[in-house]
């Protein structure tokens, strides 16, 4: 009965690799998000799709490319990792003009 | 354009003691106002929320939060923290289905 979920919990790769966090939500909404959070704890929005199409995409490196398959799924590829794209990935989703996001457990993903 | 301002970065408590975290928001439009909490290695859980009406927002875990709008403040407090209140806590301001989060504030509560 998980709300939104995302796999996997925790990833370790090496520079270079290209690799994909996965998320899905099964509360019926229509808007899903992806954050990040950095080593000092600062949130900052990624993406966010509404109905399967981007709505925001704030200044993220184009090595980072969201794809919304449907409504309840929302999935990260990330192209050439970086030391710098270590940190923790959240994804939450959220009813269109509710404002009220509900989110993810993360993904700590660490780039050796 | 939105921003949001936690003014402390930790907040030391003891247990049974009133705990203020501060939140201050700058908004050209109408926004709602949030605070979420993380607890240690786990994701964000909404406490409360300020949509509109009474100024005076009741959450879960007992906390509450007072928006006051000429102060441009969203401040969250509980009259008697907690060990388990030790987490990081989040002020979010929304506008335009963007969430926009202040630094955090990490409440340390020790015996």
């Known amino acids: 009965d998980t709300a939104v979920s995302q796999t996997p919990k925790y990833l370790v790769t090496q520079m270079g690799n290209d690799k994909s966090i996965k998320c899905e939500q099964n509360l019926g909404h229509d808007t899903m998000y992806w954050y990040k959070q950095d080593s000092k704890k600062f949130l900052k929005i990624m993406f966010s799709y509404n109905n399967k199409e981007l709505i925001i995409n704030e200044t993220v490196p184009n090595r980072f490319s969201p794809k919304s398959p449907d409504k309840a799924h929302l999935n990260l590829h990330i192209n050439s990792l970086e030391l710098g794209d270590s940190a923790v990935y959240f994804c939450?989703?959220?009813?269109?003009?509710?404002?009220?996001?509900?989110f993810g457990p993360g993904t700590r993903l660490t780039v050796t | 354009a939105q921003s949001v301002t936690q003014l402390d970065s930790q907040v030391p408590v003891f247990e049974e003691a009133p705990v203020e975290l501060r939140c201050n928001y700058s908004s050209s439009v109408s926004v709602y106002l949030f605070w979420y909490v993380q607890y240690p290695n786990q994701g964000l859980q909404l406490l409360l929320k300020?949509?509109?009406?009474?100024?005076l927002v009741k959450g879960i875990n007992g906390f509450e939060a007072e928006f006051n709008k000429s102060q441009t403040s969203f401040h969250l407090r509980k009259p008697s923290v907690h060990i388990s209140d030790t987490a990081e806590y989040f002020c979010a301001a929304s506008g335009y289905s963007t969430l926009t989060f202040g630094k955090g504030t990490m409440l340390l509560v020790s015996p």
């Open positions: 939450a989703s959220s009813l269109a003009g509710t404002d009220e996001q509900y």
């Open positions: 300020y949509l509109s009406g009474s100024t």
